[in-house]
């Protein structure tokens, strides 16, 4: 059974800093692209950054150059390391798996993250 558990949300301060966890179980070796998307209230999901299986990332436009994504494949966690955080990074925040062969999405539940002075 696929599995994605999200971890390390809180209330950080404005300019803080943040790492998110991400562990992953189910997928064997059928994952295509993970990444990280978030949600704030009364706004559309959007891509924070995603990694493929050959290695290029991308990263959303508003957060370029303030996080960083990477995978640990022995432990099968995914990580997203934030930084300079303001309040408009607040949202939860979500893993996401997408197999190639199946077409399918993944989500886990979902961490807060809340930016605050």
């Known amino acids: 059974q696929e599995q994605l558990v999200e971890s390390g949300g809180g209330l950080v301060q404005i300019g803080g800093s943040l790492r998110l966890s991400c562990a992953y179980s189910?997928?064997?070796?059928?994952?295509?692209?993970m990444g990280w998307y978030r949600q704030a209230p009364g706004k559309q999901r959007e891509l924070v950054a995603s990694?493929?299986?050959?290695?290029?990332?991308n990263y959303g436009e508003s957060v370029k150059g303030r996080v960083t994504i990477s995978r640990d494949y022995a432990k099968n966690i995914l990580y997203l390391e934030m930084n300079s955080l303001t309040p408009e990074d607040t949202a939860v925040y979500y893993c996401?798996?997408?197999?190639?062969?199946?077409?399918?999405?993944?989500w886990g539940q979902g961490t807060q993250v809340t930016v605050s002075s």
């Open positions: 189910g997928f064997s070796f059928s994952i295509f692209r």
């Open positions: 990694l493929f299986r050959d290695g290029n990332i």
């Open positions: 996401n798996a997408f197999r190639l062969n199946t077409q399918q999405n993944y």
